[in-house]
C-alpha cells in the first residue's frame, strides 16, 4: 500500500493532490488505495473517476482489458516518389529551364492584362480632399 509521500510524489497523483484541500489528503490516500486494491481484485485494466476537492473518487467507467482479436487499423504506408499519381501534366519538353526563360511575358508597365491606363485609376478621387498621408 502506497505512503501518502508516494502518492504525492508521483506525477500521476500530483494533479489529484493539487485539488484536495490539505486536510483532506488522508480521505484521498484512502480512496486512491481502496480503488486501486479493488481494480487488482477484479481485473480491472481501464477506468475513468474522478476526485471533488474533499478527497472522495467517484468512478464514471470501468472498461475491460484490451481484446487482442479487437480489430486494429493498419499501418498508414506512403507511396515512393517515384510513383506515377505524383507525376507532373506538363509536358517533358517544357520542363526545362531554357524553355521556361524563353516564354515571353507580359510587361506591367503599359497596365498589364490589356487593361488601358485610365482604366486602372478610374473612380479614384482626383481631389487631395482624402489624402491621408
Known amino acids: 500500500m502506497p505512503t501518502l509521500s508516494?502518492?504525492?510524489?508521483?506525477?500521476?497523483f500530483a494533479p489529484l493532490f493539487a485539488h484536495v484541500f490539505v486536510l483532506c489528503w488522508p480521505i484521498l490516500v484512502w480512496q486512491l488505495?481502496?480503488?486501486?486494491?479493488?481494480?487488482i481484485r477484479e481485473?480491472?485494466?481501464?477506468?475513468?473517476?474522478?476526485?471533488?476537492?474533499?478527497?472522495?473518487l467517484t468512478v464514471h467507467y470501468l472498461g475491460d482489458k484490451e481484446d487482442p482479436a479487437a480489430y486494429k487499423p493498419l499501418a498508414r504506408?506512403?507511396?515512393?516518389?517515384?510513383?506515377?499519381?505524383y507525376a507532373s501534366d506538363l509536358p517533358a519538353n517544357l520542363a526545362t529551364c531554357e524553355t521556361l526563360a524563353a516564354v515571353p511575358r507580359l510587361s506591367r508597365l503599359g497596365g498589364g492584362g490589356g487593361m488601358a491606363q485610365r482604366a486602372m485609376?478610374?473612380?479614384?478621387p482626383t481631389s487631395q480632399l482624402f489624402n491621408t498621408s
Open 6 to 12: 508516494a502518492l504525492r510524489s508521483s506525477p500521476h
Open 33 to 39: 488505495n481502496r480503488f486501486y486494491s479493488w481494480t
Open 43 to 56: 481485473g480491472i485494466h481501464n477506468a475513468l473517476y474522478s476526485v471533488n476537492r474533499w478527497g472522495w
Open 77 to 85: 504506408t506512403f507511396r515512393p516518389l517515384t510513383d506515377p499519381g
Open 121 to 124: 485609376t478610374e473612380g479614384a
